[in-house]
């Protein structure tokens, strides 16, 4: 006789349970996974205007794009302006080292929120003063560099293809450190203050520290930044599709046209769904390996459950 | 001792002058949008407006319809972080502290949803929401913040920390565990709702590459999509009203943060999220 009660309760409990995450589980599933496995599929198919009529093309789309040399140029710039974005990495460290030095305290409060400060209003109108900033002719950095050198410069930041990604790198770079400061702070500051004392008491110098203490203790946080900082630029975007004035191909003679870019121009200027998905597939599988080590790093999915 | 204090004197200078130099590009925008001879050519740098007016702003107010691109993201802005902060304490609830069958196979169901970048399905996102005619609606940005996966993570770690203790008083009254979350569980987590709001509320509203991809009409559209496009339609001299409208755009936000600052500064250096 009590069977049934003690069976009706487990139902009870695992329905309850599940009213707790069945609407974001669905959303997943339907916003997330169909779409992830439309893409793969779509990558190897011929695909209409309307998103019907598909036909299976196998390795096409991805043959196309790798015969395309724009489609190579928007990934060496990609992996360039990535690559180049981890100088953020050494100015977080340096600032965060300085801002660490003046000790806890209103100094260093003021420091640490002022600096973050780009990162919170980086948006779309930031971009936009950038632009003028580094406008070859009257632009801030120009005007700058001119006083420094004494006579006029006239560098196009954005628009000479030599030095796009100098300028592209300067507003990353910009927009990015305090980010990195804070990470590099809250890490050093993590650090146990014996060890350094043990140090002082060797007789050890502030570099000595620095290379025998601070730097290895810092080891993780620097592998964050750089696979995170990997992960965003990879993907980068809308700063750079703002600054080259809305346009897909990239400004200065396409040297600044991302992966993303390149893929948008296929989705929504001259739509051919089949290849901008082989190019989302390719986009997909470099930042999927940076992930990966970030998943290992910050062990989320380590956790027990 | 000396020698301490002077060297803590030489590195706050070293930084203050690192600080005027990032901040001077906002500066200068400052000073442009109140500028009434930045309108035809771009001034020389100054941080004082060579012909101080409030032209700018009254034209580029004539020229975009801000208060309606303001009133967009704000309601937007208010929806999406409510939905996600919610949705995200439900789930963080039941990976905590339910028992039920399948936990593990779906906490990683979640979890993995992180190497899928946005970008990477971004086309069949766009055609599915074609295909349910709700292109150009406000469903797009809406309907995708029912799961928010980091916030679920941190607020999993966060409400796990919580003594069950606390929820037996409410079970022994015969209480369900809908009576426990919203009396015990969200009254409790307030320090984490918040971070959670804060990271959503700077993503929501600097959010650009969907909604111009999903809307298409002035009226809907968020600020980020109508800035940047009211600055592509200008004339390239048009230097001033341009700067007004960057520097309008980026007003809440400041506002956000001054207030906010300790506590922003603080959930993100803890959570290790940027956006």
């Known amino acids: 006789m009590k069977r049934p009660k003690i069976t009706k309760r487990i139902v009870r409990n695992q329905l309850v349970a599940y009213s707790f995450i069945i609407v974001s589980l669905i959303t997943l599933l339907v916003l997330v996974y169909v779409p992830m496995l439309t893409t793969i599929r779509y990558s190897t198919y011929k695909v209409g205007l309307v998103g019907y009529g598909e036909k299976f093309v196998g390795w096409a789309n991805y043959k196309m794009l790798f015969s395309q040399k724009a489609f190579w140029k928007s990934i060496t710039n990609t992996i360039i302006l990535a690559v180049m974005g981890l100088l953020t990495i050494p100015v977080g460290f340096i600032l965060a080292v300085l801002i660490n030095s003046l000790g806890r305290g209103r100094t260093q409060e003021f420091f640490r929120v002022g600096f973050y400060l780009p990162n919170i209003i980086t948006g779309v109108s930031v971009y936009l003063i950038f632009q003028v900033v580094l406008m070859g002719s009257g632009g801030l950095l120009n005007n700058f560099l001119g006083k420094i050198v004494g006579h006029p410069v006239t560098i196009g930041w954005l628009s000479n293809p030599k030095y796009a990604k100098v300028g592209a790198t300067i507003l990353w770079v910009w927009m990015n450190a305090g980010y990195s400061m804070l990470i590099n702070l809250a890490s050093l500051q993590a650090i146990p203050t014996d060890l350094y004392e043990a140090a002082a008491l060797d007789g050890a110098t502030a570099f000595q520290k620095m290379l025998h203490i601070t730097i290895p203790n810092m080891k993780a946080c620097f592998s964050l930044l750089f696979v995170t900082g990997m992960i965003n630029g990879l993907a980068r975007f809308t700063d750079i599709y703002i600054i080259s004035g809305s346009n897909t191909s990239g400004g200065a003679g396409g040297s600044l046209q991302t992966i993303l870019m390149y893929i948008f121009q296929y989705s929504f200027e001259t739509p051919n769904y089949g290849i901008s998905s082989a190019g989302a597939m390719i986009l997909f599988v470099l930042v999927f390996a940076f992930t990966m080590i970030n998943v290992r790093l910050t062990g989320f999915l380590k956790d027990e459950v | 001792m000396k020698r301490a204090k002077i060297q803590k004197i030489m590195i706050t200078l070293v930084l203050l002058a690192i600080f005027i130099i990032v901040i001077t590009p906002l500066l200068w925008a400052i000073s442009m949008s109140f500028d009434r001879s930045a309108t035809t050519s771009l001034p020389p740098f100054s941080l004082w407006p060579h012909k101080p007016s409030m032209f700018n702003y009254t034209a580029s107010f004539k020229m975009i319809n801000l208060m309606q691109y303001f009133k967009n993201t704000v309601i937007i802005v208010a929806i ?196």
């Open chain 2, 80 to 275: 999406n972080t409510t939905l996600a902060v919610l949705f995200s304490m439900m789930c963080g609830f039941a990976f905590a502290k339910l028992k039920f069958v399948g936990k593990k196979f779906w906490f990683i169901f979640m979890l993995a949803v992180m190497m899928v970048p946005f970008e990477s399905r971004l086309v069949p996102l766009y055609l599915q929401y074609r295909n349910w005619k709700l292109l150009n609606t406000w469903w797009p940005l809406i309907l995708g913040q029912f799961a928010y996966v980091y916030g679920t993570f941190f607020a999993r770690s966060y409400i796990g920390s919580i003594p069950d203790s606390l929820a037996e008083s409410v079970y022994i009254d015969g209480g369900s565990e809908w009576r426990v979350f919203w009396s015990v569980i969200v009254p409790l987590s307030k320090p984490i709702m918040s971070t959670l709001a804060i990271l959503q509320i700077i993503s929501n509203w600097n959010a650009y590459l969907w909604p111009l991809v999903v809307i298409k009409d002035y009226s809907k559209q968020m600020i980020s999509v109508g800035v940047a496009m009211f600055n592509a339609q200008q004339e390239s001299f048009y230097y001033g009203p341009r700067m007004a409208v960057s520097v309008m755009s980026a007003i809440p936000l400041t506002i956000l943060y001054l207030i906010l600052q300790k506590h922003i500064v603080a959930s993100i250096a803890v959570s290790g999220i940027k956006q």
